[in-house]
T-cell receptor, first 113, second 110 residues
Framework: NAGVMQNPRHLVRRRGQEARLRCSPM?????VYWYRQLPEEGLKFMVY????????ESGMPKERFSAEFPKEGPSILRIQQVVRGDSAAYFC???????????FGQGTRLTVV | QQQVKQSPQSLIVQKGGISIINCAYE??????FPWYQQFPGKGPALLIA?????SEKKEGRFTISFNKSAKQFSLHIMDSQPGDSATYFC?????????FGTGTRLQVFP
């Protein structure tokens, strides 16, 4: 039973480009959470999704950031027109139900040059 | 009210010693308090967790102490080993998501 899979592990984008980060939850998990971690800092909640629904996006920046979790396929975190300040590690976690253990992926490290 | 405050920011312990990391919260609606361990370049991994109806939970060398009235909880690592060197995050779960502390970088020297 594979864990939470994130890809790519490393992503380099120039300012103004788009970044697409993918997260495949653990088998049987339908709840996905995205977190951002800046260097030497903690994990900041961004968004919580269930299949085809955004449940809580209170941590998402109002502009340029969007997330989806379609019926088929991985969850996608999309960052449009990236800026240097978007450079961070982005972690995805999944759980089988709300309010149960969440398991994290290895993260995608985004570098904006 | 959604914050979880964690201290210390960094901790240096001799091999065999006890590592203690503390966290405090304000929101009494939090119902689940996990600790995560993160090695450089890796994702956080669940270490141990506790619910507020229990005052202590022990798993091997790791113990969580929970003080509901003070709204504080702590992680104790007994007989600390160099392999325990990592960043530790406490967290608290609200209605639908985990709120994380800022992390403690633990270094255990032989």
């Amino acid at each position: 039973n594979a864990g939470v899979m994130q890809n790519p592990r490393h992503l380099v984008r120039r300012r103004g480009q788009e970044a697409r980060l993918r997260c495949s939850p653990m088998k049987g998990h339908s709840h996905v959470y995205w977190y951002r971690q800046l260097p030497e800092e903690g994990l900041k909640f961004m968004v919580y999704l269930q299949k085809e629904n955004i449940i809580d996006e209170s941590g998402m920046p109002k502009e340029r950031f969007s997330a989806e979790f379609p019926k088929e396929g991985p969850s996608i975190l999309r960052i449009q027109q990236v800026v240097r300040g978007d450079s961070a590690a982005y972690f995805c976690a999944s759980s089988s139900r709300a309010n149960t253990e969440a398991f994290f992926g290895q993260g995608t490290r985004l570098t904006v040059v | 009210q959604q914050q979880v405050k964690q201290s210390p920011q960094s901790l240096i312990v001799q091999k065999g010693g006890i590592s203690i990391i503390n966290c405090a919260y304000e929101n009494t609606a939090f119902d689940y308090f996990p600790w995560y361990q993160q090695f450089p370049g890796k994702g956080p991994a669940l270490l141990i967790a506790i619910r507020p109806d229990v005052s202590e939970k022990k798993e091997g060398r790791f113990t969580i102490s929970f003080n509901k009235s003070a709204k504080q909880f702590s992680l104790h690592i007994m007989d600390s080993q160099p392999g325990d060197s990592a960043t530790y995050f406490c967290a608290a779960r609200g209605t639908d998501k985990l709120i994380f502390g800022t992390g403690t970088r633990l270094q255990v020297f032989p």
